[in-house]
């Protein structure tokens, strides 16, 4: 069975930083990412990362955030520095293998004072 659990939202102040984690239950997707969708808006991406380490980051998030693996514990992660109010969204993890999309059940992230 293919799994994917998101943790680590919440509510951050402006300027703040917060880490999330997705929880994979298995090693080989070939991809891995975070999307995210704002109030009213469509999904967007945020960052991926391939199974050789290789990253993609949005634009909107470059030098903000951070995304990395790590292989031991099947874990992704997302490193979110300088968050502003419009990075305010559910972020969803997600997975590809074997050319099938995967899915977490996304986790709440809000930034406001």
């Known amino acids: 069975q293919v799994q994917l659990v998101e943790s680590g939202g919440g509510l951050v102040q402006p300027g703040g930083s917060l880490r999330l984690s997705c929880a994979a239950s298995?090693?080989?997707?070939?991809?891995l990412g975070w999307y995210r969708q704002p109030p009213g808006k469509a999904r967007e991406l945020v960052a991926t990362?391939?199974?050789?380490?290789?990253?993609n980051v949005a634009d909107s998030v470059k030098g903000r955030f951070t995304i990395s693996r790590d292989i031991a514990k099947n874990t992704l992660y997302l490193q979110m520095n300088n968050l502003k109010p419009e990075d305010t969204a559910v972020y969803y993890c997600?997975?590809?293998?074997?050319?099938?999309?995967?899915w977490g059940q996304g986790t709440q992230v809000t930034v406001s004072s």
């Open positions: 990362i391939n199974r050789f380490g290789g990253t």
């Open positions: 997600n997975g590809i293998f074997l050319g099938s999309n995967y």
């Open positions: 298995r090693s080989d997707f070939s991809v």
